[in-house]
């Protein structure tokens, strides 16, 4: 079953701040966050495993909280470049690694 | 630097053809999958494998076949392709993150 993503759509100016959220049915392992823009394939933003580590990088950030089975990614200070469409995608453990994806969250920074 | 490549970027095919999409990875990974990404339904999975000659069913495998030779080819195959199959088709690898192709789009007439 897909996580469930929110917003579905966000638009922002430049130098504001958003968050997407990302909510399963399923106990998590790990859960990944991807870009893509428009033409080309997903890219790797994070990883977040068991244990409700916070990660980020730059301006882009993200929490896990396994007992709620969520996880929030924040964009702090948005640039043009932030534009695209965002996955998160979760793994419940098990033998079979692999990723179920939610459906995606389009964000557009407008200048 | 890691790749997945794809060998089409658009295709278009005929009601009833079978259809190969070819996917080669020069990284290693022993995982591969096959996705289609739809507009509002956003990656679901078709096949995937762990192994040569290895494959499991995804989220969504009717109307798909695939097959795995050699570690780095993990072919997707449409035995009898319908309009509904027109989509766009990612294949990937997995180790600690997922890495993507290109992508093929395929339109079925």
């Known amino acids: 079953q897909q996580p469930v993503q929110s917003p579905q759509a966000v638009i922002l100016r430049e130098g504001e701040d958003a968050v997407i959220n990302c909510s399963s049915s399923k106990a998590l392992y790990s859960v990944h966050w991807y870009r893509q823009k428009h033409g080309e394939a997903p890219i790797f933003l994070m990883i977040?495993?068991?244990?409700?580590e916070q990660k980020g990088h730059d301006k882009i950030s993200a929490s896990f909280n396994e007992k709620k089975q969520q996880s929030s990614l924040y964009l702090t200070a948005s640039q043009l470049s932030y534009s695209g469409t965002y996955f998160c995608g979760t793994d419940s453990g098990g033998s079979n690694y692999k990723l179920t994806f939610g459906k995606g969250t389009l964000l557009t920074v407008n200048p | 630097d890691v790749k997945v490549t794809q060998s089409s970027r658009y295709l278009v095919k005929r009601t009833g053809e079978k259809v190969f999409l070819e996917c080669v990875q020069d990284?290693?990974?022993?995982?591969m999958f096959w996705y289609r990404q739809d507009p509002g339904l956003g990656l679901r999975l078709i096949y995937f494998?762990?192994?040569?000659?290895?494959?499991e069913k995804g989220d969504i495998p009717e109307g798909y076949s695939v097959s795995r030779e050699k570690k780095e080819r993990f072919s997707l195959i449409l035995e009898s392709a319908s309009t509904n199959q027109t989509s766009m088709y990612l294949c990937?690898?997995?180790?600690?993150?997922?890495?993507f192709g290109p992508g093929t789009r395929l339109t079925v007439t």
């Open positions: 990284m290693d990974h022993e995982n």
């Open positions: 494998s762990y192994d040569v000659k290895m494959k």
């Open positions: 977040l495993l068991k244990g409700g």
């Open positions: 990937a690898t997995l180790r600690n993150e997922q890495y």
